[in-house]
């Protein structure tokens, strides 16, 4: 959605300005941003660009932890009771 693609820009470039950390997680490669902020490439460019230029990131390869338990389960999931 635009709106939430606009909020979640600003969240970011303010954190950015005030020089205030941000941690985030995400299944998404950089080329795939554009996904995440409605299909608006340029605002993913630049909330990526502010991401990034002060980061540390952590790529994590391999399989889901969650995925894994659930397939030594024969693909159950728990009852969340």
Avoid: C
């Avoid at 970011?12 to 995400?26: D, F, G, N, Q």
């Avoid at 952590?58 to 889901?64: A, T």
């Avoid at 894994?68 to 999931?77: E, H, L, P, S, V």
């Amino acid at each position: 959605d635009p709106t939430q693609a606009s909020l979640l820009f600003q969240v970011v470039a303010e954190r950015y300005e005030r020089l205030l950390p941000i941690v985030l997680t995400s299944n998404k490669a950089f080329a795939e941003w554009g996904q995440v902020f409605a299909d608006d490439a340029v605002m993913a460019s630049a909330a990526l660009d502010r991401l990034l230029h002060r980061a540390t990131v952590v790529n994590i390869r391999g399989d889901s932890f969650r995925l894994k338990d659930k397939n030594a389960k024969g693909g159950r999931t728990k009852n969340p009771s």
